[in-house]
């Protein structure tokens, strides 16, 4: 569970101590409306757990990575504490990007993360963010130049200028697409957006 412990009732407060699943950081300059939301989304994380196979086991078997690269079968409540695990602070700025590892577990998360995400979208930038704050950050590449897809969520964005593939399978990418077949393969949200939202993260792996 997660619980803010709140300094005042004052609409912003520039810092406040907060709780993860036993795990202590700070988090700067949120509203209280905006840490409803990442409290909710955090919890959401928490609460997924597998139920039946929604889609033949012989395909489970074949793609599902979640196992290899977390080290634990799926679960909420285990992904959860990993995700908490790599987060240090969280702050409210940069209104341009949605959600960024700043350094090492540094999370900046601006207005597009509240204004312009679905749950599902949220909940898979916590998984994703918090992959670079190992190693050596698994940082990003620039798209190839002939790199045929689109950003659905920033249209403007063209991927072909922007550090947004990888060129390594145990990236950041690697790590939210394994997360989003668990919700697919299990029917956990709605399947179709899931698999779409699948198909185009794993798209930017480069092979």
Sequence with gaps: MLIFFLSSCVHKVPSREVQLQNHSLTSYNFSDEKLKVIEHTFEQLRLLKPTSLKIR?????RLSRFKDLFGFPFSGNLLSKWVIARTHSISYGNTWTVAINQNKGQFVIGDQFFDGLSDLERL???VHEARHSDGNGYKHVKCPIDFP????????????TTFACDDTTDG???YHSAFLFELYAFGLFD???VGLLYNSSISRILK
């Design 57 to 61: 086991k012989k395909t489970y078997t």
């Design 124 to 126: 898979y930038l916590l």
């Design 149 to 160: 897809l689109i950003s659905s969520a920033q249209p403007k964005l063209d991927l072909t």
């Design 172 to 174: 950041a990418y690697a």
């Design 191 to 193: 399947q179709k957006e």
